[in-house]
């Protein structure tokens, strides 16, 4: 997203109650991609990059597309309208589908993003009229939005700066090619919205050449063309490399190949008999969309450029992305789903990117694994301050305990670093949490450290287990320390203010529900007394009901009591999917607990977890149209935040696991023992 579309987007929506001008939003249309470019296509049919934190490079910032009749230059051109089309998938694919309503009948454009290329059909066949597509295509080569300049080799037009060089070709020719000059800075700076492309005269042939904006007809052979774009670098290959290429993906692609293609990229097939397939299939679809060259995942496409609202989501962080792959190890486990390769990348991901003193940074680029930028870099920085989130290595050291990963010491030195944040009384040092605003002696970093020790003295190298149960046994007994009684639920965290004021923050707070799988790995090593059978059951069902927040169009959990983050006009605390479906994690867990011990109040749990899972599958009230997950949700039901976003559709995928590992999606009674 450059600063012009920025301006163009905060002119549109100022006013707005429930969007933040100025932001990229992908709440509508779906996306293209699979472990690489990641391309968005508008329910209109235009085309967005979302690609640069997974492959490095930037591509379309903006486009447009219609149809106008191929024998009248002069005819209007007829820009598809997102109020006159239709938007699907095909199957579990990533072929994305859009029937557009014309003056001239309907034209379905289908769009697959393979690798580098993306591929654009267009079938105009049931038109009154033949038609020629109009493209207006703007590209950003090496993020920049001056400085670059165009080629044009016929049917293929090359956009480049220093090192990106990205190509736009059709399969059918282009009768016309041209483009769109800077507007020039009175322009930006008006009140007014500029349409894109801009209805003027043509500038001189210098002036359109200085610039990333295409804007080219192609003509339909048959009422069918492919456009076809490229984004490549210098070093990688030739100009004539990648003009036979970019020439090459649009000339094989018609929409039977483009299916079968689609169909070639699913890692693996959901078969009917498992519970919610549909849920499963776009769980996957969405998480290895959301994959980098090197296995990481961002946490979200990165909406909002200029950290305007928001610090950024186009970043893999160590939290969410290992949540995402030890919840995919149990799908994996219990479905069979084919998924070992994904996990090697995980482990070797973690394995080069783990610090010198055992830890993980803040986040990195998920295109190389290198630094990217971030504010909870302690230990990179000289003193190891509080701005720090220790429970990213936690969720690291859980996952690799159940991984193949005894290669290079990683686990070993990752327990290194969980006990140099461990204090004396055996909880967590003061750092940063989970949501990244506040710092303190945070519960959810408790539960992260027991859960992550109690993984490692089950599943770990022989070399470490006895310690690693040591340190899982001082956990679970300092967590008494954070209860309140008086609220029956487990404290946010333990803080200490400038002014000298220390005490426990007793606010409901849905990462403390984490707990309650943390005990549930912890069981597999020691023993759970009563006492803490009757806080986690009280815990988890105080926060669920304390957090649990419902309008005429929407129904789910809030981040935390007090959480006014993005929030915009609206009075209450916003709904987080993220939330909602740990709701329904946690209390899946307490109930298999609670099944263990022959409890009946794993009935009630088992209840719970359905009531909330229900609220994030595809016909949840917080689950879009498109089958994605927002962040967060206004209360009157607009989706808003980074969509989709990674760690609820792993969320949701780990509870289904759960719970039909445990029989629990359907109402079982569980009677206590005579």
Same mark, same amino acid.
């Given at each position: 997203m450059q600063s012009r579309d920025a301006l163009e987007d905060y002119k549109r929506n100022q006013d707005a109650t429930t969007r933040f001008p100025g932001e990229w939003r992908t709440t509508s249309g779906r996306f293209s991609g699979r472990n690489?470019?990641?391309?968005?296509?508008?329910?209109?049919?235009?085309?967005?990059? @979302?690609?640069?934190?997974?492959?490095?490079?930037?591509?379309?910032?903006?486009?447009?597309?219609?149809?106008?009749? #191929?024998? !009248?230059?002069?005819?209007?051109?007829?820009? @598809?309208?997102?109020t006159a089309s239709e938007q699907t998938y095909y199957g579990e694919t990533a072929l994305v589908i859009t029937v557009h309503d014309t003056p001239w009948g309907p034209v379905t454009q289908f769009d697959l993003t393979l690798a580098d290329s993306h591929v654009t059909h267009i079938d105009a066949g049931e038109a009154t009229t033949s038609l020629g597509v109009v493209a207006c295509v703007g590209f950003a080569p090496d993020g920049r939005d001056k400085r670059i300049a165009q080629l044009h080799h016929e049917d293929v037009v090359e956009v480049y700066h220093a090192e990106e060089t990205d190509y736009i070709a059709s399969a059918t020719g282009f009768e016309s090619v041209r483009g769109e000059s800077f507007v020039g800075f009175e322009t930006l700076l008006s009140s007014a919205a500029i349409d894109y492309p801009r209805e003027r005269p043509e500038n001189p042939y210098d002036e359109d050449l200085l610039s990333g904006d295409v804007i080219t007809v192609a003509p339909t052979d048959g009422g069918t063309t492919t456009i076809s774009t490229l984004l490549t670098t210098r070093s990688a290959e030739s100009r004539q490399d990648a003009l036979e290429r970019v020439r090459s993906v649009g000339s094989i692609h018609d929409a039977d190949v483009l299916r079968h293609s689609a169909t070639d990229q699913v890692e693996t097939s959901i078969d009917d008999s498992v519970p919610y397939a549909g849920a499963i299939a776009a769980d996957l679809r969405v998480l290895s969309m959301l994959t980098g060259e090197t296995g990481l995942r961002i946490a979200g496409p990165d909406f909002d450029h200029y950290y305007a609202n928001s610090g950024g989501y186009g970043y893999a962080w160590f939290r969410d992305d290992s949540e995402i792959s030890r919840f995919l190890k149990a799908a994996d486990d219990h479905f069979a789903l084919g998924l070992a390769d994904w996990? !090697?990348? /995980?482990? #070797?991901?973690? /394995?080069?990117?783990?610090?010198?003193?055992?830890?993980w940074p803040h986040r990195v680029w998920p295109f190389d694994g290198s630094l990217a930028p971030g504010w909870a870099n302690a230990r990179l920085e000289a003193g190891n301050g509080v701005n720090y989130q220790a429970d990213q290595t936690g969720s690291v050291a859980a996952f690799l305990a159940i991984a193949d990963a005894s290669?290079?010491?990683?686990?070993e030195r990752a327990l290194d670093a969980l006990d140099a944040s461990l204090a004396e009384d055996g909880r967590p040092v003061t750092c940063q949490n989970a949501w990244e605003d506040m710092t303190g002696r945070f519960t959810h970093t408790a539960a992260t450290f027991l859960e992550a020790y109690a993984t490692l003295a089950a599943n770990g190298p022989e070399t470490i287990t006895e310690h690693a149960g040591e340190r899982a046994a001082e956990v679970y007994d300092a967590l008494d320390d954070l209860w309140v009684a008086e609220r029956g639920c487990y404290a946010l965290r333990e803080y200490a203010d400038d002014h000298g004021e220390s005490g426990l923050d007793p606010r409901a707070d849905s990462a403390t529900l984490a707990l309650a799988n943390a005990h549930r790995a912890y069981a597999e090593i020691g023993q759970l007394d009563e006492q803490r059978i009757e806080r986690l059951v009280s815990h988890?069902?105080?926060?669920?009901?304390?957090?649990?927040?419902?309008?005429?169009a929407v129904t789910g959990l809030v981040r935390y009591?007090?959480?006014d983050w993005?929030?915009?006009?609206?009075?209450?605390?916003k709904i987080?999917?993220? /939330?909602?479906?740990?709701?329904?994690? #946690?209390a899946a867990a307490l109930a298999a607990l609670l099944i263990d011990r022959n409890d009946p109040r794993a009935n009630e749990m088992a209840e719970t977890a359905r009531k909330l899972l229900g609220l994030v599958l595809p016909d949840g009230p917080l689950c879009q149209p498109t089958g994605y997950l927002s962040e967060q949700v206004f209360d009157d039901g607009t989706p808003d935040s980074a969509t989709p976003l990674g760690w609820p559709h792993a969320l949701r995928l780990?509870?289904?696991?759960l719970m039909d590992k445990h029989e629990l999606l359907e109402t079982r009674s569980v009677a206590a023992d005579d």
């Open positions: 690489g470019r990641l391309v968005h296509v508008g329910e209109d049919g235009s085309l967005c990059e @979302f690609s640069y934190s997974l492959v490095g490079l930037s591509g379309i910032v903006r486009s447009r597309l219609g149809v106008r009749p #191929a024998d !009248d230059a002069d005819a209007q051109t007829a820009w @598809f309208d997102a996990h !090697d990348r /995980s482990v #070797a991901a973690y /394995s080069d990117t783990q610090l010198d003193d055992g830890s290669e290079d010491n990683v686990i988890v069902t105080t926060v669920i009901d304390e957090l649990t927040h419902q309008t005429d009591e007090g959480d993005r929030t915009r006009e609206q009075d209450h605390e987080w999917t993220v /939330s909602t479906a740990w709701g329904a994690h #946690a780990a509870t289904i696991t």
